[in-house]
């Protein structure tokens, strides 16, 4: 048996693992690649000969972690390139996967239109990216999802189960355990997926996984302790309380649609039912995160307890009486200089593309704004480099002042920190697991974790390359 790390290889994103036996390949994750640009991404299929370095006509199943758009984004060209298999997630995954795949999809066309029209004035036709889909390509492959439940196992070959253990992170994530029977032996292996953290708002801790012989671990956060250690209610509150009631200012708050935006406005909601707030205003100004939502609401039996309780308590998890959604795109402009005290919440959380530039752009010189940033920024975004505490901040192609106040919190991330990822790997006896292989992570973090595993007792802890492949 085989297995070969075909992404999140010594990198943060485009987990696919590939798994193969004598007569069956599985694929673990088909995510997008946001270390590469299009130029990298263009060589690298240019190489490769199509968008994946194997055949995908081969795989008999894919296998899919979470809904995220790096676990996800490359499913619907696995099957524009050959690939007739299932994939097999949790349902509220499916649901979610849904959602963010034809959101890509939108954002595709809406580049090749600007392709075409670009070409139209040059008289000449611009070649489309080989990783472009659009919404047809994704209902053809939602077509071949198959949910199964957590703990259930769920048989995809002869000699193959697999098993779901929750993750949580986000609705729906999963630890994914294979057994495999080759030779009259059993293997065990576990893909973490992405490792969540314990008493996250609405989702269950991450659960324990039973004892294997190879685990894949992600390392996002290796090398890194969470700074906040009180509640999400306590943090936001304090924000709010500074920034827009002490001071009549402006919240801005870049925010993940899918997971973190949940995560937000139930902590709000609960904010303003047990802190008696004043009732400012809250701006939700995406349609992806109102649709997530409206999954989160149907999935709730599958939050966490308090969560059940609360909506039990109060019937809805996430409207309140000054919440608004925001659908259009002349709502979302409006409202970057509403004159009253307000929150604002627009995707992406790092501030690269998405409806939150324009709020940035527009308050950025504002004094009496607040940037609040919750989570993760890679290298380069906005969302960095405001964190990094730059004096001016290009945006759009204009070079502004930066006068509003950046702050951070870091309880609304929805990563594990190294305390968290160390005690999942420790959940395995050191003496029985064979091999620890790290992903999801920049190397820094990487190599740092690989020696805090190292000084727990677990020997063989390896850092693949790409395209590496170990036979197990």
């Not at 390949?25 to 194997?54: A, H, T």
């Not at 730059?390 to 990563?415: C, M, W, Y």
């Not at 740092?448 to 802890?461: A, D, L, P, T, W």
Request: hydrophobic residues 35%; negative net charge.
């Amino acid at each position: 048996m085989k297995l070969t790390f075909w992404g999140a290889a010594q990198q943060v994103t485009g987990s696919m693992f590939l798994l193969e036996s004598d007569d069956y390949r599985i694929l673990i994750d088909c995510g997008s690649d946001f270390d590469l640009d299009e130029i990298g991404r263009k060589n690298r299929y240019e190489e490769q000969k199509g968008v994946f370095p194997f055949e995908p006509s081969l795989i008999n199943t894919v296998l899919l972690t979470h809904a995220h758009i790096d676990h996800s984004g490359n499913i619907p060209n696995l099957y524009k390139e050959g690939f007739e298999g299932r994939v097999v997630c949790t349902e509220p995954t499916m649901a979610l996967t849904s959602l963010l795949l034809k959101d890509a999809a939108n954002l595709h066309q809406k580049r090749l239109n600007a392709r075409q029209g670009s070409s139209k004035k040059r008289g000449k036709k611009k070649e489309v990216p080989k990783d472009y889909y659009v919404e047809k390509h994704v209902i053809e492959a939602m077509d071949n999802f198959v949910p199964v439940a957590f703990g259930n196992r769920y048989r995809i070959a002869d000699n193959v189960t697999v098993t779901f253990y929750p993750a949580g992170h986000l609705l729906g994530a999963a630890h994914i355990v294979l057994e495999v029977y080759e030779n009259g032996e059993k293997k065990r292996l576990c893909f973490s997926g992405d490792i969540g953290r314990k008493n996250y708002p609405l989702l269950i801790d991450p659960q324990e996984v039973p004892q294997v012989d190879y685990l894949v671990c992600e390392s996002t956060y290796g090398n890194r302790l969470h700074e906040n250690t009180g509640t999400p209610v306590d943090a936001l509150a304090d924000v709010i309380k500074r920034t827009c009631i002490d001071i009549p200012g402006r919240l801005i708050i870049p925010s993940f649609s899918v997971g973190r935006t949940q995560a937000l406005l139930y902590t709000l909601n609960q904010l303003y039912l047990d802190k008696s707030f004043p009732f400012i205003k809250v701006f939700s100004d995406s349609p992806l995160a109102h649709s997530s939502t409206k999954v989160y609401q149907k999935h709730a039996r599958m939050l966490n307890r308090e969560a059940r309780d609360f909506q039990e308590d109060n019937d809805m998890l996430f409207d309140f009486e000054n919440l608004i959604y925001l659908e259009s795109a002349d709502a979302s402009r409006a409202v970057s200089n509403y004159n009253e005290p307000c929150i604002i919440i627009s995707s992406s959380g790092m501030v690269q593309g998405g409806r939150v530039e324009q709020h940035v752009e527009a308050n950025i010189g504002n004094p009496y704004a607040t940037i609040l940033m919750i989570g993760y920024a890679s290298e380069g975004t906005l969302g960095w480099r405001l964190l990094n505490g730059q004096d001016t901040i290009s945006i759009r192609g204009k070079q502004l002042p930066v006068l509003a106040n950046i702050e951070k919190i870091d309880v609304f991330s929805g990563h594990g920190d190294q305390n968290d990822l160390l005690r999942f790997v420790k959940m395995q006896d050191p003496e029985k697991l064979k091999r620890v292989f790290l992903v999801h992570g920049e190397q820094q973090s990487m190599a740092e974790f690989q020696s805090k595993i190292q000084e727990n007792g677990f020997k063989s802890v390896e850092i693949p390359v790409r395209g590496t492949t170990y036979e197990l």
